[in-house]
């Protein structure tokens, strides 16, 4: 496996379960909650993670999944959780933030990160600073305002903004803070974000890596020193991800690679087109010459630009937008991403439904704004149906 590429990785890490003695009480999928062994000795050292004992300290097929994950991230070692808000919640835990510190956000980030290190940080006196990350300055204003923590998003959601994680690898750790990475938008096909000197990478594996919109996941992956307190910390609070879950996210995962490349492929296709149309007054995609971050996007991102883009429709407010959701026949009118199926999402209203109007307005995410995550459709079929919903709603 060693120096395996990406594809060959997708396919075959993690189908090998380390040497285990253990006697599950219920058959695989590993459902069995908790294991027996036959010396006492084992099941001592079970206890202490040698063996898998009990679904909360360690589970086999999230194990096999942390292998997989982590090696897609060219990770040394991966966490999973529940969901991906489960993860982000476990990692600010992690950093053992103080009052007075200070944590940096993307301005134009997930909204309900946003909210949720909002109120972590209120709660424990520690100052919250939402900045531009793909700002030419964001790097210079991490280090002059001295955080202990920060989050970027590699690629941003819903504005597809692409920060340069090198410099703010670079500023970060020149003021001794960690950089974590939400990478779901690129998914590590695109994007290794430890690669570009992250010191975490998240995934909310809800997304593209399980591909189906059949179960809900997060992982933090990382070096085993970084994760070592992850693991510990989850084994007493608990939010694990369940065996099934893991089993669907990787039997998903296994088609990573043709996946992405086909959804990447086809979100630019998508994207020139709708650019075309006097219908919408702006088109978010990495890809294309007129986004703002194209030439970073350019060396930041491999092998394409991903499947998400978004685009303003001419004139529209939240009616307008609530009439393009009701008009797509083909997309479906869903709250999430990186399903095989196209989705669409008014951004105001639900992804960035927990930021503040004022918040929104400073992010640049617009009450005509409308999200896509193109899925495996004929690329014309579904430029043609985004087409029609946007002359429905404000032709
Ligand atoms: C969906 C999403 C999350 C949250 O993940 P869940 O699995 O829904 O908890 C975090 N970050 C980004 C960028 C997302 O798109």
Not at 32 to 37: D, E, G, I, K, R
Not at 61 to 70: F, K, S, V, W
Not at 178 to 199: K, N, R
Request: neutral net charge; contains cysteine.
């Amino acid at each position: 496996m060693k120096g395996a590429k990406l594809k060959t990785v997708a396919v075959h890490a993690g189908a090998v379960l380390k040497d285990s003695t253990a006697v599950p009480v219920v058959a695989p999928v590993h459902v069995s909650a908790v294991s027996y062994f036959q010396s006492a000795e084992e099941l001592d050292g079970a206890l202490d993670g040698a063996d898998f004992v009990y679904g909360r300290i360690s589970q086999a097929n999230t194990r096999l999944l942390e292998d997989a994950i982590a090696a897609l991230e060219g990770a040394e070692d991966c966490v999973t959780y529940a969901s991906g808000m489960a993860a982000l919640k476990a990692l600010f835990d992690a950093q053992g933030l103080k009052a007075g510190d200070r944590v940096v956000l993307p301005l134009d980030g997930y909204g309900v990160t946003r909210a949720l290190y909002k109120r972590l940080c209120a709660e424990r006196g520690v100052e919250l600073h939402a900045l531009k990350l793909s700002a030419a300055d964001a790097p210079a204003r991490i280090e002059s305002l001295r955080p202990r923590f920060v989050l970027a998003e590699s690629v941003t959601n819903p504005l597809l903004s692409v920060p340069d994680l090198r410099a703010l690898a670079r500023a970060t750790h020149a003021v001794g803070a960690s950089l974590a990475v939400d990478a779901t938008f690129p998914s590590p096909y695109h994007q290794q974000a430890l690669a570009h000197g992250a010191d975490y990478a998240v995934q909310s594996t809800t997304k593209w890596l399980n591909g189906h919109s059949d179960a809900m996941g997060g992982s933090v992956s990382g070096s085993r020193e970084r994760l070592s307190g992850l693991r510990a910390a989850r084994l007493q609070e608990g939010a694990v991800l369940g065996p099934f879950e893991a089993w669907l996210t990787l039997r998903g995962l296994r088609t990573l690679a043709v996946r992405m490349q086909a959804h990447a492929e086809h979100a630019a296709h998508v994207a020139r087109r709708l650019e075309a149309s006097p219908l919408l007054t702006r088109v978010y995609y990495p890809g294309l010459a007129s986004h703002e971050d194209h030439r970073v996007a350019r060396e930041l991102l491999t092998a394409g630009f991903g499947g998400m883009l978004s685009f303003e429709l001419k004139g529209a407010g939240r009616p307008e937008c609530f009439r393009f959701l009701e008009s797509v026949k083909l997309a479906r009118p869903a709250p999430s991403l990186g399903d095989v199926c196209s989705l669409v999402m008014h951004a105001a209203s639900a992804s960035a439904r927990r930021m503040t109007p004022e918040e929104r307005e400073a992010a640049g995410i617009r009450e005509s704004l409308i999200r896509v995550s193109v899925g495996l459709e004929d690329p014309d079929d579904l430029a043609d149906d985004l087409l029609q919903a946007a002359a429905a709603a404000v032709g």
